[in-house]
Every structure is written in C-alpha cells, then in structure tokens.
T-cell receptor, first 116, second 113 residues
Framework: NAGVMQNPRHLVRRRGQEARLRCSPM?????VYWYRQLPEEGLKFMVY????????ESGMPKERFSAEFPKEGPSILRIQQVVRGDSAAYFC??????????????FGDGTRLSIL | DQQVKQNSPSLSVQEGRISILNCDYT??????FLWYKKYPAEGPTFLIS?????DKNEDGRFTVFLNKSAKHLSLHIVPSQPGDSAVYFC????????????FGQGTILTVHP
C-alpha cells in the first residue's frame, strides 16, 4: 500500500538546465496537486491535475514551469532554464477525487531542488 | 495577502504538558480546516480536520477547536510527547470545492523530555 512516491528525492541542477520532478500518486488516486515550499515558508499551491487534464494552474509561474499527468505514468513537473530562485522543496499530493471534507490530501516526501 | 496565518513561529513545551498551536484566517466563508504535521525531510502528514458546522473535533491526544466569530482555530495536544516535535501547519481549501490548499507558515513545536 505505497503512499505518494516522488523522485528524485534530491536534484541538483546548474542554472539554465532543465529539472524534471516525478510524482506517482497513491493507488486509486486520480487527483494530483503540486506545492512548493521555499525556505522558512509554508507550502504554496502550484497546480492541480487530473488524468490528462490541468484543472487549476493558478499558482504556477507563467514562464518556464509546466506540469502534466498523462493517462499512463507519473505526473511530471518540469522547470526549464532553472534559476537560483527555483531552489525549494517541491511536494506532490494526491486524493481519490476532489478533496473536500474527509478527503485529506496525502503528500509525498518531496523533491529538494538545488540550483548551483 | 496571507489568508491563513500562524503567528507563532515556534513553541516549546515540557513533555506531558499541553501544546496549543494557533491559526487565524481572514475569510469567514472558509468552512473546512486541516492540520498537518511535518518532520524534516518528509512530506506533511494529515493529523486532524474540522468543518465549520462543528466547533470541536477530537482524535486521541489531538483536539482542534474552531471559533468562527474570531476566525481562529487551535490545535491542542495533550499530553505532549517528544515525538510530537515537528512543524505544524494549518491549511484550508478556502472557497474552492476541490481542495487547493492554502497553508499557514507553520509553527515549530519542540517538546522537551
């Protein structure tokens, strides 16, 4: 009964490179959320996806960031041309359907992205 | 604009005593709240939630109180244990129906043996 799996756990990139973060939701969960945590801050919502659909990307920076959740395989958060300010912990959460009462989101252990 | 605020960055308590973590919110339309606990290098873990139709929800050592008129909620842990030392976040889906969570900044709880 695996939980939400994120990989890699740590990712180091140089400025200008691309970063790909992967998230496999819990079994039976078809809703995925991505959050970012900057140092000394709380988690900030980035994007909400269902299979093959982006439902809400209001928290995503307008440039360089994209997300997908294909019919098969994990959800991917992609950051192109990374900059130092992208250094953060990126968390993925999943739920069986739209999170509401009694449907808390379950989080993975995150990917810590460091930009050199 | 911080819609959910945890004004105490840290809290230190003695083992066996009560820990009280506080959270304020700005929008009276918010009707569901959650508390998450987070250890270093791990993801947040769901602890307890409360709906606005209640003013209290209890689960073992954890109780959440909601004061709608004050737009304030609190998490009580009693008795506190050293293993409770972690960062605690309050969160709410706000006005969304699908759980896009808005988190407070977190409170670091340290329970001393």
């Amino acid at each position: 009964n695996a939980g939400v799996m994120q990989n890699p756990r740590h990712l180091v990139r140089r400025r200008g490179q691309e970063a790909r973060l992967r998230c496999s939701p819990m079994k039976g969960h078809s809703h995925v959320y991505w959050y970012r945590q900057l140092p000394e801050e709380g988690l900030k919502f980035m994007v909400y996806l269902q299979k093959e659909n982006i439902i809400d990307e209001s928290g995503m920076p307008k440039e360089r960031f994209s997300a997908e959740f294909p019919k098969e395989g994990p959800s991917i958060l992609r950051i192109q041309q990374v900059v130092r300010g992208d250094s953060a912990a990126y968390f993925c959460a999943s739920s069986p359907y739209s999170s509401g009462e009694n449907q808390p989101q379950h989080f993975g252990d995150g990917t810590r992205l460091s930009i050199l | 604009d911080q819609q959910v605020k945890q004004n105490s960055p840290s809290l230190s308590v003695q083992e066996g005593r009560i820990s009280i973590l506080n959270c304020d919110y700005t929008n009276s339309m918010f009707d569901y709240f959650l508390w998450y606990k987070k250890y270093p290098a791990e993801g947040p873990t769901f602890l307890i939630s409360i709906s606005s139709i209640k003013d209290k929800n209890e689960d073992g050592r954890f109780t959440v109180f909601l004061n709608k008129s004050a737009k304030h909620l609190s998490l009580h842990i009693v008795p506190s244990q050293p293993g409770d030392s972690a960062v605690y976040f309050c969160a709410t889906p706000g006005g969304t129906s699908y759980g896009k969570l808005t988190f407070g900044q977190g409170t670091i709880l340290t329970v001393h043996p």
